[in-house]
């Protein structure tokens, strides 16, 4: 396709649904229309809320606009003429985004049919080349993104070359619906917000807290194996310690306000990384005892407006699987070459096996806002650069996305949708250990800086879990399933047997729950198969007789009768944790 084809197609379609609304609904007042990467929308101010009966008419409306085939035309007008004509017809929006234009650009109109819009085009030829679109929701939309101001009415949709193309869009759309982590966090009983302790602390539930457990086993298991060390710190600290770290003056936005006890301020910590250094720093440290790993999952809290929560994607509290590496410079790119494997080991024993990897680095006219020396900085960015390649992992430079305080490693991690999440990051810091001064004594008996990198691989656990639920979809692979099989007694002189079985798995370490509610096998089953349980088992008469179960799986498969043995060694083999052999 030629490129910015799609965009035009999208930005003409936003138009056509322009001039649709205006016809039905006079009076509606314009905004702004952009394309975007999944479609459309159109910003209108109008006092009554547009219903999906709205959208539908709307459509219609937009498909009779298509059906006419008129021309986009473009003409370049005077900035008198400009505000003279949106003034008349009450367009305020129009009117203060030309008052906003800079004198000395061109301004120009774009017009089809009897609709004329103050834009930069482009657009396609002619409003029949919009064949493949539809709208698809309305939400509220603030005037150029300030809560201040006059809320609007956003309308989406999307727009593609072919039908074809837009049916297997909007396919999807609907498996990311039903796949949603809330709608499914809700169904399969993994977590909840509480209205009652505020918005953007999650519950997890004992389904969602057995899956974090395991994730947590997991994880501290692999890090042993890769000589961390652990530590547990406390949730708040003297603002003092947030003065020294420099948070109280980078970072106050994202944090809680101080909570005042006996005269002293505390605050609830935004991120682990001066607690780490504490406990470095609580011993003289040698060049001997370098490098030092320390990893916690630590909880922290960010302040974060409430319209931007969402789900456990967007939260207030979360806890992060951090660890922070203080090594001395020669070291420094082995311990990322080290964390490079860690992280595609562990992402890949998720089910994750496309990744975008990014490497933010300053940008080249904008070196004041960044803390540190050239030198510092070239050293960091090249020894992030090159562990990434002598491991071979394709990234792509971003310029001028450095934090302040040194250069990082960021992983997306695209799910079976194929939809970017934010995923493990690395950074590498020189700033931090001058700034609390965090030492260790080199093999020349002097004193030197050490440098760090924080990293987290699963991130937040929250927004992890979120995304994992989407990823299986609910249906999580064997060894992370809360539940792993369910046994379901026909008839109650089957419990005695049921139980039995139960026992037998649960000896052998898996999740076994009895169904025995006096109700119809074949419902149950229907049920368990809704909860994304692996394996039911059911047992009978035969069952009982032959010391087996009939075992049947979740997509709906019937393997039979199976002996307990055999069982528990297909799910054995099934459920084995991916091992790193690190
Ligand atoms: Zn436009
Ligand atoms: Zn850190």
């Given amino acids: 396709m030629e490129e910015g084809r799609l965009e035009r197609l999208r930005h003409s379609a936003s138009h056509i649904m322009a001039e649709a609304v205006q016809d039905l609904f006079p009076g509606t007042k314009l905004a702004i229309g952009p394309a975007t990467a999944e479609g459309f929308y159109y910003d209108f101010?109008?006092?009554?809320?547009?219903?999906?009966?709205?959208?539908?008419?709307?459509?219609?409306r937009m498909r009779e606009i298509v059906s006419g085939d008129y021309p986009f035309a473009c003409k370049v007008v005077g900035r008198e003429e400009a505000l003279a004509f949106f003034?008349?017809?009450?367009?305020?929006?129009?009117?203060?985004l030309i008052g906003a234009t800079p004198a000395e650009e061109p301004l120009s109109f774009y017009e089809h049919d009897h609709f004329i819009d103050f834009c930069k085009g482009p657009h396609v030829a002619r409003t029949g080349d919009v064949r493949a679109?539809?709208?698809?929701?309305?939400?509220?939309?603030?005037?150029?993104?300030?809560?201040?101001?006059?809320?609007?009415?956003?309308?989406?949709?999307?727009?593609?070359?072919?039908?074809?193309?837009l049916e297997d869009y909007l396919a999807r759309l609907e498996e990311a619906k039903k796949r949603d982590h809330r709608r499914l966090g809700r169904d399969l009983d993994l977590f909840s917000i509480q209205e009652q302790s505020g918005p953007g602390l999650i519950f997890w539930h004992p389904k969602g807290a057995m899956i974090r457990k395991l994730i947590e086993d997991f994880w501290r298991?692999?890090?042993?194996?890769?000589?961390?060390?652990?530590?547990?710190?406390?949730?708040?600290?003297?603002?003092e310690l947030w003065h020294q770290s420099g948070h109280t003056s980078n970072y106050k936005d994202s944090m809680f306000s101080p909570i005042e006890v006996e005269g002293q301020q505390y605050m609830l910590k935004p991120m682990n990384c001066p607690f780490h250094?504490?406990?470095?720093?609580?011993?003289?440290?040698?060049?001997?005892?370098?490098?030092?790993?320390?990893?916690?999952?630590?909880?922290?809290?960010?302040?974060?407006?409430?319209?931007?929560?969402?789900?456990?994607?967007?939260?207030?509290?979360?806890?992060?699987?951090?660890a922070h590496i203080f090594c001395t410079p020669d070291q420094a790119k082995a311990e990322i070459i080290k964390v490079i494997d860690l992280v595609f080991f562990m992402m890949r024993a998720f089910g994750y096996e496309d990744f975008d990897v990014e490497l933010s680095v300053r940008g080249p006219s904008d070196r004041?806002?960044?803390?540190?020396?050239?030198?510092?900085?070239?050293?960091?960015?090249?020894?992030?650069?090159?562990?990434?390649?002598?491991k071979g992992v394709p990234y792509k430079r971003m310029e001028g996305e450095a934090k302040f305080y040194g250069p990082a490693i960021d992983v997306k991690l695209m799910d079976s949708l194929g939809r970017p999440w934010q995923g493990p990051t690395i950074q590498f810091d020189f700033n931090l250990p001058q700034r609390l001064d965090v030492t260790y004594i080199g093999d020349d008996g002097k004193e030197h800086y050490v440098r760090m990198i924080h990293r987290a691989i699963i991130g937040s656990m929250e927004r992890f879990v979120g995304g994992l639920i989407e990823h299986y979809g609910g249906a999580f692979p064997l060894w992370l399933s809360p539940v792993q099989a369910l046994i379901l007694p026909i008839a109650d002189r089957h419990h005695e047997y049921a139980h039995e079985v139960k026992r037998r798995l649960q000896a052998e370490s898996f999740r076994v729950e009895v169904d025995a509610r006096n109700e119809k096998t074949g419902y149950k089953i229907r049920e368990a198969q809704l909860q994304k349980i692996p394996y039911m088992l059911v047992i009978g008469d035969r069952e009982v007789a032959a010391?087996?179960?009939?075992?049947?799986?979740?997509?709906?498969?019937?393997?039979?009768?199976v002996p307990i043995a055999d069982l528990m060694g297909r799910m054995k083999e099934e459920a084995r944790i991916p091992s790193s052999g690190a």
């Avoid at 004041?368 to 960091?380: I, N, R, S, V």
């Avoid at 010391?547 to 009768?561: C, E, F, I, K």
């Fill in 221 to 239: 298991d692999e890090h042993i194996k890769r000589d961390y060390h652990f530590a547990y710190t406390p949730h708040i600290a003297s603002i």
């Fill in 277 to 322: 250094i504490q406990i470095f720093r609580s011993h003289l440290r040698s060049y001997r005892d370098l490098p030092f790993r320390l990893a916690e999952l630590g909880t922290v809290y960010r302040y974060e407006r409430s319209g931007v929560l969402h789900g456990m994607l967007r939260v207030r509290g979360f806890t992060q699987d951090d």
């Fill in 45 to 60: 101010d109008r006092t009554e809320p547009f219903t999906p009966e709205d959208l539908e008419r709307v459509e219609a």
């Fill in 368 to 390: 004041a806002k960044y803390l540190g020396g050239d030198e510092d900085w070239a050293y960091a960015e090249a020894v992030l650069a090159e562990a990434m390649e002598e």
């Fill in 87 to 96: 003034e008349e017809r009450g367009e305020d929006y129009k009117v203060e």
């Fill in 133 to 165: 679109f539809k709208l698809l929701s309305v939400a509220g939309a603030y005037w150029r993104g300030d809560e201040h101001n006059k809320q609007l009415q956003r309308i989406y949709g999307t727009a593609f070359e072919t039908q074809a193309e």
């Fill in 547 to 561: 010391g087996a179960v009939a075992a049947r799986l979740r997509d709906g498969s019937d393997l039979g009768a």
